[in-house]
């Protein structure tokens, strides 16, 4: 198994990544080095150049370099990922990432396997395959300008088959849509993270779109982890975020429908008050 992430130049991130690796005895190659990276294309575009010239059934774990975190060894990823029986898994989280006009993205959403939530839709930045499985993935959702995550949810509406999700988070465990919720999300005894949703030790954890300090408030009960301090904006964001993730999680578990009712409701509120104020006139 070679493990692999994207990082175009080292920082505090990318050591957190690293750090966490060495622990486990993981070498990590890092794909991109001094390159530019402009949209999620771009990752696409280096991952293709590195499994261009591979055996096919060679194994490929990829993980983000800068947002996430080794929790376990190889020989646990290998072993759950062979137990899944299929050539690609993938992570999962509560948000639905397809960036689309209105009535596409709903087109989307309807059409996406049922799944399991909370973890029910794709989450780009881990995953573990056979490298000429994900290149030939890989070579269909390539667009320049699009984002990966993007391109493989709308692929997966008409090709479920060829993408097993992990909705156990036995693998990757990935806090998008739900941070805020670590505490309640995650235990952490004797060095291990639980997962207490799945009730299994994720080997990855992911912090996607930049929620390190929910990512922390786990990892920083890990002896391997840097210490890091947060900005009190960061801090800010999170709890706004917390808010809202906190509120969805404990009635639909589901962001896209959540916001979408959410946005319905609003809708509707500001038609009754449109009739209301023509009746009065």
């Given at each position: 198994?070679?493990?692999?992430?994207?990082?175009?130049?080292?920082?505090?991130?990318?050591?957190?990544?690293?750090?966490?690796?060495?622990?486990?005895?993981?070498?990590?190659?890092?794909?991109?080095?001094?390159?530019?990276?402009?949209?999620?294309?771009?990752?696409?575009?280096?991952?293709?150049?590195?499994?261009?010239?591979?055996?096919?059934?060679?194994?490929?774990?990829?993980?983000?370099?800068?947002?996430?975190?080794?929790?376990?060894?190889?020989?646990?990823?290998?072993?759950?990922?062979l137990k899944m029986g299929h050539p690609l898994?993938?992570?999962?989280?509560?948000?639905?990432?397809?960036?689309?006009?209105?009535?596409?993205?709903?087109?989307?959403?309807?059409?996406?396997?049922?799944?399991?939530?909370p973890y029910r839709f794709l989450n780009a930045g881990g995953w573990i395959g056979r490298a000429g499985h994900m290149k030939r993935i890989l070579k269909l959702v390539e667009k320049d300008g699009e984002c990966d995550q993007d391109m493989l949810n709308r692929y997966l509406t008409t090709n479920a088959q060829d993408i097993k999700l992990d909705y156990h988070q036995k693998i990757f465990s990935c806090i998008a849509?739900?941070?805020?919720?670590?505490?309640?999300?995650?235990?952490?005894?004797?060095?291990?993270?639980?997962?207490?949703?799945?009730?299994?030790?994720?080997?990855?954890?992911h912090a996607a779109g930049k929620n390190f300090y929910g990512m922390y408030k786990v990892t920083s009960q890990l002896p391997y982890i840097p210490k890091e301090i947060f900005s009190d904006e960061e801090i800010k964001q999170y709890k706004k975020s917390r808010f809202w993730n906190r509120l969805t999680a404990k009635t639909l578990r589901d962001n896209y429908l959540f916001h979408l009712l959410l946005q319905s409701f609003g809708v509707l509120l500001g038609i009754g008050a449109l009739v209301t104020i023509i009746s009065l006139l």
């Open positions: 198994m070679r493990v692999v992430t994207i990082a175009t130049h080292s920082n505090h991130h990318l050591e957190r990544l690293l750090s966490s690796a060495r622990n486990f005895n993981i070498e990590v190659e890092q794909l991109g080095r001094g390159t530019t990276y402009k949209t999620h294309n771009d990752k696409t575009r280096i991952l293709l150049e590195f499994l261009a010239d591979l055996d096919e059934d060679e194994i490929i774990l990829y993980t983000d370099g800068y947002d996430s975190v080794f929790l376990s060894d190889l020989d646990h990823i290998e072993k759950e990922y898994v993938m992570g999962t989280e509560q948000n639905f990432n397809c960036d689309a006009p209105f009535f596409d993205k709903l087109s989307y959403y309807l059409k996406y396997p049922r799944g399991l939530k849509g739900r941070s805020g919720m670590e505490d309640e999300d995650y235990l952490v005894e004797d060095g291990k993270v639980l997962n207490t949703n799945t009730k299994n030790h994720p080997a990855i954890l």
